[in-house]
RNA sequence: GUGGAUGUAGCUCAGUUGGUUAGAGCACUGGAUUGUGGUUCCAGGGGUCGGGGGUUCGAAUCCCCUCAUCCACCCCA
């Protein structure tokens, strides 16, 4: 025999498990569509040079890599973005642009894993191609805080940034040309502190303690959004590129303010970074007031060019990714998740042998009007049939047998309360119905 | 990839300095109740003690290897 068993890193998904998991899908998928993006898909697997030009080291050691049959060297794609740009490339002319496009889909990555982070996991990206438009990067905090709202989240912040707010002070205390080294390091600041960020820059970028003192100066603002703004611009007095910044965060803020986002839910937090590179503008971070250690369950930020590698044709744009097993795992633990193992609302025990055929009609009647409905695929016991639709959390039960049939009448059972009436068969079944709308809301 | 911890029934865990046939609770299946679930009572099924090798008269227990999970680093979703 052959020992049952999955790859590290990788999990199967039973229905306990799968349900919230589509549900959450769903969400996001009608929020994306609700401000027009359109979906797309490509391609698990591409040539390997495709993934491996933007990667950087860090990601291509984490690269699924092999040769295919026909001795093409292939990678099994670890982001989104990566697969977007070639895209992008591929077809923006015909696509044309702005471009706006949501893709859900499976990612590989070779690493360690962690509760919460596995080799194959889910992303919800969506962005804004080929535009440099603020109003992009207002939408784009608009989607994520829809995208909240939808999911039943009270209690949430969207942290944001700008790059140029951050490149600006670098330019101007001259720490330009290792930019990615301090920004990884200011990352790290709530979690280790002001002290260990300013001896990692010392020693991954070579910043005096000066200059990181003025960086985490910068990064250490408060107050109201309005606040840190006033702040922000005498510190970067004379520089062309912190100015824009501010100018830009001060666009956004308003625009959300516009658009009626409350103010609590916007945050300006000149201490996020994000890792990525390619990120030149905007950033988004979004955390769950009641959960801040699991980290950012949404982020994404703004890009000049998305698809350098691949083309001449110069791809500005913006988007934003949602942490679907992280967010999931949130949500556990905040009770968010109702654990039905039924897709089903309505239940349909099969305790007459020979009433088959009329189970069949009463399901059909009431797929016709709009309710799941199961009927138990074997006539057993009305009390086992009755403890399955129990612990599969069906919400009412429909039960007939031959002394109902015969006069074309139905049980209906409540199985939260044990509550049961009794309904009449006869076409069209309106109060039948009526009672069940009234159960299943 | 580096460092640390853990692994006994589907789940949570007991298991004496190594010593008969490895236990409990919950879950599961059946019955009490052959047309009405959640409570109760009774009975039952289910374990190569993660896997492989070694030490020993004897290993769940000690040693080595391996696989997996968790934590930290790294990086990130």
Avoid at 111 to 128: A, I, K, P, S, V
Avoid at 153 to 165: E, Y
Avoid at 328 to 355: K, N, Q, W
Wanted: charge should be negative; charged fraction near 20%.
């Amino acid at each position: 025999m052959i020992t049952p068993r999955t790859l590290k890193g990788f999990r199967d998904y039973p229905p306990a498990s799968m349900i919230p998991r589509e549900r959450l899908i769903d969400t996001a998928r009608a929020v994306y569509r609700s401000f027009g993006f359109a979906p797309i898909d490509t391609p698990a697997l591409e040539y390997r040079e495709i993934l491996e030009g933007k990667a950087g080291e860090e990601s291509n050691k984490q690269l699924y890599r092999f040769e295919d049959h026909g001795g093409r060297e292939v990678a099994l794609r670890f982001d989104l973005t990566v697969p977007l740009a070639r895209f992008m490339a591929q077809h923006a002319a015909n696509l044309g642009t702005p471009f706006k496009r949501y893709h859900i889909a499976t990612v590989w990555r070779g690493e360690n894993t962690q509760r919460g982070r596995y080799r194959e996991f889910m992303q919800c990206d969506f962005d804004t191609i080929g535009t440099r438009s603020v109003a992009a990067d207002i939408e784009t905090a608009l989607v994520i805080h829809d995208l909240m709202q939808a999911l039943g989240l009270t209690a949430f912040t969207i942290h944001l940034n700008n790059r140029q707010v951050l490149n600006g002070l670098l330019e101007k205390i001259g720490l330009a040309d290792c930019a990615a080294a301090v920004l990884r390091a200011l990352d790290k600041l709530p979690k280790i502190g002001p002290d260990k960020v300013a001896a990692e820059m010392a020693a991954t970028a070579g910043a005096t303690p000066e200059q990181a003192q003025a960086v985490l100066q910068m990064a250490g603002l408060s107050g109201t959004n309005g606040e840190i703004l006033a702040q922000l611009t005498p510190l970067l007095a004379g520089q062309e590129t912190g100015q824009a910044g501010i100018t830009r965060l001060r666009e956004i803020l308003a625009g959300l303010e516009a658009a009626g986002i409350e103010e609590r839910r916007i945050r300006l937090d000149v201490s996020i970074a994000r890792g990525l590179d390619y990120y030149t503008g905007v950033i988004y971070e979004t955390f769950l007031d009641p959960l801040p250690e699991i980290g950012s369950v949404c982020s994404g930020g703004r890009y000049d060019n998305l698809a350098g590698l691949y083309t001449r044709q110069e791809l500005p744009g913006i988007g934003a990714s949602l942490g679907l097993d992280r967010l999931l795992a949130a949500m556990e633990e905040l009770g968010l998740l109702e654990s039905h193992r039924t897709t089903a609302s309505v239940f349909i025990p099969y305790f007459d042998p020979g009433r088959l055929n009329d189970y069949l009609r009463l399901g059909a009647l009431l797929r016709g009007a709009g309710y799941a409905t199961e009927i138990f695929p074997e006539a057993r016991k009305l009390g086992q049939q009755l403890k399955y639709a129990d612990q599969r959390g069906f919400q009412v039960a429909l039960i007939a047998g031959s002394n109902e049939l015969d006069s074309n009448q139905c049980q209906l059972k409540e199985l939260a309360t044990g509550n049961t009436h009794t309904f009449s068969l006869t076409p069209p079944a309106t109060e039948l119905l009526a009672a069940i709308q009234k159960i299943v809301d």
